[in-house]
C-alpha cells in the first residue's frame, strides 16, 4: 500500500500503535495538517508545468533512438549543451551502432573527452552498441527488460530512451533536476533516484509520466535552480515551502 511521502511538516513514521488508529497522526491537528501529495495539490501542479512548458522536450540533439541512447550516456555528469555541442561531429563520424561497435575505446575517449568520465563512458557506449548488434539485430530494444542489459544503461537512460524515441511510459525520469525538485515540493523524502521515481509513479498519472519527467527537467533548469531558486517568478511557489525558498 502507497503511503504519501510527506503528510505533515514533521514526517512522522509509522509505527504499530499508529496503524490501528484512524484519522491524523498522533500529535497532529487538523489545523496543521498539509497533504503534499493531495489530489487538488498535485491538479496545481500540473497545471502550472502545462501552462510553462507545454511542449516539453528532451534537450538532447538526436535524429534516431540510438543517437538518443548515446547522447544520454554522454549527459551523466554533464551538461546537455555540452553533449549537444559534441555530438554532431561524434554522429558524423559514427552514425550507427555498428559503426561504433568496430571503434577502439581510445579513438572513441578523444572525441568525447570534454564530456567528462570519458574513458567509462567510451566503454560502455562501445558495449552497448556491441550488445545492440549482436543481441538485438542492430535497433536499440523498445522493453525496460531488454534495454537494461545495455553497459551503461540504469533505469535514467532506459526511462528517457524509450519515452522520447518510442513513447513508451515505463516510468519518470529521475535526474538530478526531477530529484531535487521532487524533495523541495515534498513529493518524495526518498533518498535515492529508483526510490524517489518509485513514489512519482505512485502520483502522478501513467499518461503524464513522459511530459512531467520533461516540464520538471526544465522547470528545474529555468526557475528552480539548485542555487538559487527564482521562487519570484514561480507559479507555484504558493504551495510549496522548501526550506531552501528565497522569497
Known sequence: MYVPPFSTPHMATKTKASKKKKGLPSGVTKKSYIDYTSSARLRSIFAALDKLFPRATCALRHENPFQLLVATILSAQCTDERVNKVT???????????????????????????????????????????????????????????????????????????????????????????????????????????????????????????SFSHQIIWFGRKICNARKPLCAECPIESICDAPDKTI
Do not use: C
Not at 558524423?92 to 568496430?102: E, G, I, N, V, Y
Not at 518509485?198 to 501513467?206: G, H, K, T
Open 88 to 210: 554532431p561531429e561524434l554522429f558524423r563520424k559514427f552514425p550507427a551502432p555498428q559503426d561504433l561497435a568496430s571503434t577502439r575505446q581510445e579513438v572513441l575517449e578523444v572525441e568525447i573527452r570534454s564530456t567528462g568520465f570519458f574513458r567509462n563512458k567510451s566503454k560502455n557506449i562501445i558495449g552497448a552498441a556491441k550488445t545492440i548488434m549482436s543481441d538485438f539485430g542492430g535497433r536499440v530494444p523498445q522493453t525496460m527488460e531488454e534495454i537494461l542489459t545495455l553497459p551503461g544503461v540504469a533505469r535514467k537512460t532506459a526511462n528517457v530512451v524509450l519515452g522520447t524515441a518510442y513513447g513508451l511510459s515505463t516510468g519518470v525520469v529521475v535526474d538530478t533536476h526531477v530529484f531535487r525538485i521532487a524533495h523541495r515540493l515534498k513529493l518524495s523524502r526518498q533518498n535515492t533516484p529508483e526510490k524517489v521515481e518509485q513514489d512519482l509513479m505512485e502520483i502522478v498519472p501513467r499518461d503524464r509520466w513522459i
